[in-house]
């Protein structure tokens, strides 16, 4: 809820930051490792689980259909709608701003830049293993919202000169 109030809502409204702020600092537990009979298992934080909901959501009407699909005189044509691309990627933006801007993510490469505001940094053994791979799976899930803006920028700029002439030739 803290990640698709975060995303699509007004946070310059003090009472919805602080929402959204306390959401994401305070509820959904910690990530964890537990042994079973099969090895290990990394149970994610709800942060986090929240995260690959949303993102799934937002993908879904697009992410099994068909890019292009045949046109008149064997053509291909862009098989979406680009009002419907340009609507999910302009949310997917809000939703990567965000990410940037309110949810604090450790930076891989600089460890000294630590920005994360939960028990992290008393972690030791186990522990500290299920937050560094929660934090390499946040790093991979906001890699994939830059691919996929990208990739809707690409079909769109395909779409405005002209996919099928392009293709025909």
Do not use: C
């Amino acid at each position: 809820m803290g990640v698709t109030l975060g995303s699509q809502g007004d946070l310059k409204q003090g009472d919805l930051a602080s929402a959204v702020s306390h959401i994401l600092t305070a509820a959904g537990g910690f990530p964890s490792l537990s042994e079973n009979p099969s090895g290990r298992t990394i149970t994610y934080s709800a942060r986090h689980d929240g995260l690959v909901l949303t993102i799934a959501r937002l993908l879904r009407p697009i992410w099994s259909a068909n890019v292009t699909a045949m046109a008149v005189g064997g053509r291909q044509m862009l098989n979406i709608p680009t009002g419907r691309l340009q609507a999910i990627q302009a949310v997917l933006q809000k939703l990567r701003s965000f990410l940037e801007q309110y949810v604090p993510l450790r930076r891989l490469e600089n460890s000294l830049s630590v920005r994360n505001p939960f028990p992290r940094h008393v972690a030791q053994g186990d522990a500290k293993l299920a937050w560094d791979q929660e934090e390499l799976s946040l790093s991979a899930l906001q890699a994939l919202l830059k691919n996929v803006i990208e990739a809707i920028s690409f079909l769109d700029l395909l779409d405005k000169y002209k996919l099928a002439d392009i293709v025909a030739k």
